[in-house]
T-cell receptor, first 111, second 112 residues
Framework: SQQGEEDPQALSIQEGENATMNCSYK?????LQWYRQNSGRGLVHLIL?????REKHSGRLRVTLDTSKKSSSLLITASRAADTASYFC???????????FGTGTRLTIIP | ETGVTQTPRHLVMGMTNKKSLKCEQH?????MYWYKQSAKKPLELMFV???????ENNSVPSRFSPECPNSSHLFLHLHTLQPEDSALYLC???????????FGPGTRLTVT
């Protein structure tokens, strides 16, 4: 299974601060994906990082991947109230590995 | 709007009813997925179709029956459900299996 395990389970920060959440996985992957889920927009794909990449940026998002430690981190800079959501990571292997979401990190941005 | 639509958005059914959930994607993707999301539990992958062939069936009870008649449509046929089947059912699609998935808004199912 490629279940991502997110850490921490919950995080509350002030608006404008940066938020960092982590993900660990157990077996080798070809890519790792981060998703966000909130009540307004449902489950949305944020970013995909391939196993041969160490860092990737998309707007205020920065994702790192350390395949030697089987871990990834998602950094959200200059947080906004709209970033309040649950964040999930999913590792995938282009084979027959099952895609499994973890329980996510619940991020709350305090205005 | 992600290009993946699901109908109905809400469904209440009795345990003896038969109903179907519908998912349609307008993205030209080749893989489609059904997930179940229950309160306080991780998202559970139920079925995956790639190029209209089922590639994953994660020990889902037979009272859930998927159908993928073409690459744009995915159905989940429901019959003799149990109250614990009440959940949000999400459909997703991706260009290829295991790439980034685009999710629909979900169907909120309540079994009475």
């Amino acid at each position: 299974s490629q279940q991502g395990e997110e850490d921490p389970q919950a995080l509350s920060i002030q608006e404008g601060e940066n938020a960092t959440m982590n993900c660990s996985y157990k077996t080798s992957i070809n890519n790792l994906q981060w998703y966000r889920q909130n009540s307004g927009r449902g489950l949305v794909h944020l970013i995909l990082i391939r196993s041969n990449e160490r860092e990737k940026h998309s707007g205020r998002l920065r994702v790192t991947l350390d395949t030697s430690k089987k871990s990834s981190s998602l950094l959200i800079t200059a947080s906004r109230a709209a970033d309040t959501a649950s964040y999930f990571c999913v590792g995938s292997n282009f084979g027959n590995e099952k895609l499994t979401f973890g329980t996510g990190t619940r991020l709350t941005i305090i205005p | 709007e992600t290009g993946v639509t699901q109908t109905p958005r809400h469904l209440v059914m009795g345990m003896t009813n038969k109903k179907s959930l519908k998912c349609e994607q307008h993205l030209g993707h080749n893989a489609m997925y059904w997930y179940k999301q229950s309160a306080k539990k991780p998202l559970e992958l139920m079925f995956v179709y790639s190029l209209e062939e089922r590639v994953e069936n994660n020990s889902v009870p037979s009272r859930f029956s998927p159908e993928c008649p073409n690459s744009s449509h995915l159905f989940l046929h429901l019959h003799t459900l149990q109250p614990e089947d009440s959940a949000l059912y999400l459909c997703a699609s991706s260009q290829e299996y295991a790439l980034e998935q685009y999710f629909g808004p979900g169907t909120r199912l309540t079994v009475t």
